[in-house]
């Protein structure tokens, strides 16, 4: 079924791909609820000539066939009768959604690769990651994982009918910046983009609308739904305690995170907790200090030391009832609330940017002597050697922390994003912050 006003996402092509794949794995699709899983799938479909959609939220007799299940041809032949839809390996796409809500169908898809190779089946599901951490093994070179996110900055742009912009951005460099007039009009949907944020929804509604006003009421839609979700993360962590979090991380924004800021009266232990939910559900994404010295970057993470930043710009600036109007206007995000918006628009686009088969990976460093400022907001790879990045919210600034760092660890190339043009500072290089995503193009 094709879905109307659909927006193409980058998973489309990945899906494709998996499609024709001789070698194809059973796909389990991951991310945050409301980030486009259903909507993709859905759109896919209308490849095969039968589409089936299984819910196993709202199908509780489905769930039941799924448990007492002992073969999955069977599964299948029962599942057909069920929804009077023909599962015709090589013609049908059998799409199980909520899959969270049935362990026993988790367990049971590495056997639909094994009994049943040649028929297409996706899976997904809100909170999926919680179901999985409770399960050893749920198939071990039989499943593949997609990771999915909200809408890109070249996502968005394709939304609104821009793709030149972006075809543009990967034609500059720092040797052969944009034209300032094109610069300029993708530091106004920047803008707004940082405004409205990449959740689907408000994404399609401003594609359609171009009613900022209207963005922020889906905007908080998509929070208060986030925070009815609480419940049913752990029994044994607060709701309230939840939200305390959400909003400490949106409020702390860049810097080492501080526990005692979430509530100074809870042991560390248990905003832990708190934390690592969140961070499950994908509504948060940690950023760990690594001493950088070499790749690969995990290997030298101190777990004292972490960023924490939310996965949209648009709900971060949401839940620090910021100025939208201003944001709009300002020429320098340092004047607004830290340049905390920025920060979170680099971290959460270098995370788009990666494999979507893997989870995401994303560090920064800080400089561990007593009294030291010195910080690198991101460090990241590239061509075998360390990349470290510093965010410029405005177009001004000093790189002392970044010459610094390149110093120390002998770097031959670091990386400044800002709401400047492409541009060059010896070996440091300069990127505009909205094409932060194309620095290993």
């Known amino acids: 079924m ?4 659909y927006i193409p996402r980058k998973i489309d092509k990945e899906l494709l791909l998996w499609q024709t794949d001789p070698d194809r794995k059973v796909l389990l699709i991951r991310g945050a609820r409301q980030v486009g899983k259903t909507s993709a799938i859905e759109h896919f479909s209308s490849q095969f000539k039968h589409f089936v959609r299984l819910d196993l939220v709202v199908q509780s007799d489905i769930r039941t066939l799924f448990e007492q299940a002992t073969d999955i041809p069977t599964l299948c032949q029962t599942l057909a009768l069920v929804t009077g839809t023909p599962i015709d390996p090589g013609n049908t796409l059998l799409f199980i959604d909520e899959i969270q809500a049935c362990p026993d169908a988790i367990v049971k898809l590495r056997y639909f690769y094994e009994q049943m190779p040649d028929l297409h089946v996706i899976a997904a599901g809100s909170l999926l990651e919680f179901a999985l ?15 999915m996110y909200p809408f890109s900055f070249e996502e968005y742009l394709t939304a609104l009918n821009q793709t030149a912009l972006w075809e543009a951005t990967l034609q500059a460099n720092p040797v052969s910046p944009l034209p300032e ?16 944020g990449g959740m689907p929804e408000v994404v399609r509604s401003y594609a359609e609308h171009k009613d900022l006003l209207r963005c922020q009421q889906l905007l908080d839609d998509i929070i208060v739904s986030y925070k009815d979700d609480f419940s049913k993360y752990a029994e044994k962590i607060s709701p309230s305690l939840l939200q305390q ?9 860049t810097g080492k995170f501080v526990y005692s800021k979430v509530d100074k009266d809870k042991r560390n232990e248990v905003i832990k907790q708190a934390i690592r939910a969140l961070i499950l559900a994908g ?16 290997a030298e993470v101190n777990e004292k030391y972490f960023k924490l930043i939310l996965l949209d710009t648009g709900i971060t600036q949401r839940m620090l009832d910021l100025d939208y109007t201003e944001l709009l206007l300002s020429t320098d995000f340092k004047s607004i609330n830290r340049g905390v918006l920025a920060e979170v628009f680099v971290g959460t686009e270098l995370i788009k940017a990666q494999s979507p088969y893997k989870p995401a990976t994303l560090y920064y460093w800080q400089r561990e002597t007593r009294g030291s400022q010195a910080e690198i907001d991101y460090i990241s790879h590239y061509q075998g050697e ?8 405005g177009t001004q600034g000093s790189m002392q922390s970044l010459r610094l760092f390149m110093e120390m660890k002998k770097l031959s190339l670091g ?3 800002s709401m400047e043009n492409y541009g060059a500072y010896e070996a440091i290089k300069v990127y505009p912050i909205y094409a932060i995503a194309t620095i290993k193009k």
């Open 386 to 393: 360390v990349l470290p990045i510093e965010v410029k919210s």
């Open 415 to 417: 990386i400044r994003t």
């Open 133 to 147: 951490q409770d399960i050893s093994s749920f198939g071990v070179g039989r499943i593949r994982s997609l990771f």
């Open 2 to 5: 094709k879905r109307a006003n």
């Open 245 to 253: 979090a959400l909003l400490s991380i949106a409020r702390q924004g």
């Open 283 to 298: 509504l948060v994404y940690q950023v760990p200090h690594t001493h950088a010295n070499r790749l690969p970057l995990g």
């Open 181 to 196: 007039l094109v610069h300029e009009k993708l530091l106004t949907h920047f803008r707004t983009f940082q405004i409205i």
